[in-house]
């Protein structure tokens, strides 16, 4: 099998849940480990199949026919995965529908539909409904940030070029990587630097080309008490602040609009209606991209130029890509 553990474990899920009985074991190797020998397969299949289980996902197995005492069967039932009932704020509303609402991350989207045309072409009786509740919305545009995302669930170090502003070339790095984290609105590596013997952050937008893997797979151990997000914050440069000026329809983007000086209520919008306030915002413009882009319509840049054209930009992209 080509894929790699992330695909492999997502195509899993997938296949446990989308069909609506249990699925034999020679089935799942059949159309997930074709590739596989006998003991290859026993030995990955049961890895998957654990850590699914450590995140959170209940496998359940099951008999395949209930007069039979034949091979037993697998499945996870999406009443079982699905979370309940919860109770929020106002706030933490707002926070969890922006993020389900930035874009998806095109990897994991195409190992998704990979695993439902291999299973559709084998006549599988599938509920797709039921793949609502594992949708992979992730912004991720970054070229390296598979290769440190594998690197991190292997435990497998890396080398790569890394260019900080200051520099004329970019210098080679050697890390540990603990795992990758969004902070003020950029993508971060966090890791070991082994030359350094210290923790770093590496932001990456300035690695070039592909990180390369070395070693052995399982050469260390990530610290179990390690936050990502803190160390984001406390070993990253701090984002430039300044003021960004946006057209915000009336009655909408609330979240946008806390904290948010109110300039011209009642303007001219885009739409040629008054149904439009300014508002200016003092913050980092780069983590607004993501943000602004999930409100579609109701919300349009007018300063500073170089967010409207990363808006504009990722906008046509979207376009592109829904045509291709």
């Given at each position: 099998m080509s894929a790699n553990k992330s695909e492999r474990l997502l195509n899993l899920l997938i296949m446990l849940l989308v069909q609506r009985h249990y699925v034999a074991k020679q089935r799942i190797r059949e159309i997930l480990y074709?590739?596989?020998?006998?003991?290859a397969f026993e030995k990955m299949f049961e890895r998957d199949k654990e850590e699914l289980r450590s995140l959170g996902v209940p496998i359940e197995v099951g008999q395949m026919d209930?007069?039979?005492?034949?091979?037993?069967?697998?499945?996870?039932?999406?009443?079982?995965?699905?979370?309940?009932?919860?109770?929020?704020?106002?706030?933490?509303?707002?926070?969890?529908?922006?993020?389900?609402?930035?874009?998806?991350?095109?990897?994991?989207?195409?190992?998704?539909?990979?695993?439902?045309?291999?299973?559709?072409?084998?006549?599988?009786?599938?509920?797709?409904?039921v793949l609502d509740i594992i949708e992979p919305r992730l912004g991720v545009d970054e070229p390296s940030f598979d290769a440190f995302l594998e690197a991190t669930q292997d435990r497998q170090a890396v080398r790569f070029d890394y260019q900080r502003p200051e520099q004329t070339e970019p210098s080679a790095r050697h890390v540990q990587p603990w795992g990758v984290t969004r902070y003020s609105g950029r993508w971060y590596l966090v890791a070991f630097d082994l030359d350094r013997e210290a923790e770093r952050v590496f932001r990456l937008s300035r690695v070039s080309g592909q990180p390369r893997k070395v070693g052995k797979p399982g050469s260390y151990e990530v610290p179990a008490d390690v936050d990502l997000?803190?160390?984001?914050?406390?070993?990253?440069?701090?984002?430039?602040?300044?003021?960004?000026?946006?057209?915000?329809?009336?009655?909408?983007?609330?979240?946008?609009?806390?904290?948010?000086?109110?300039?011209d209520a009642g303007t001219l919008g885009p739409d040629g209606s008054n149904d439009w306030d300014r508002i200016v915002i003092t913050a980092?413009?780069?983590?607004?991209?993501?943000?602004?882009?999930?409100?579609?319509?109701?919300?349009?840049?007018?300063?500073?130029?170089?967010?409207?054209?990363?808006?504009?930009?990722?906008?046509?992209?979207?376009?592109?890509?829904?045509?291709?």
């Open positions: 074709p590739d596989s020998s006998l003991d209930a007069y039979f005492d034949d091979e037993p069967g697998y499945r996870i039932r999406p009443d079982e995965l699905t979370l309940p009932d919860i109770s929020l704020s106002a706030d933490e509303v707002a926070v969890i529908g922006l993020a389900t609402k930035v874009w998806q991350h095109a990897k994991f989207a195409r190992a998704t539909t990979e695993a439902v045309r291999k299973l559709s072409a084998l006549g599988a009786d599938l509920d797709l409904s997000g803190a160390v984001a914050r406390r070993l990253a440069p701090a984002n430039t602040l300044e003021p960004v000026v946006l057209l915000v329809r009336s009655g909408a983007a609330l979240s946008l609009r806390r904290g948010a000086e109110v300039r980092g413009s780069t983590r607004f991209a993501d943000e602004i882009l999930s409100f579609g319509a109701d919300v349009v840049v007018e300063e500073p130029a170089s967010l409207r054209e990363r808006v504009v930009d990722r906008l046509r992209r979207a376009v592109t890509e829904a045509a291709s």
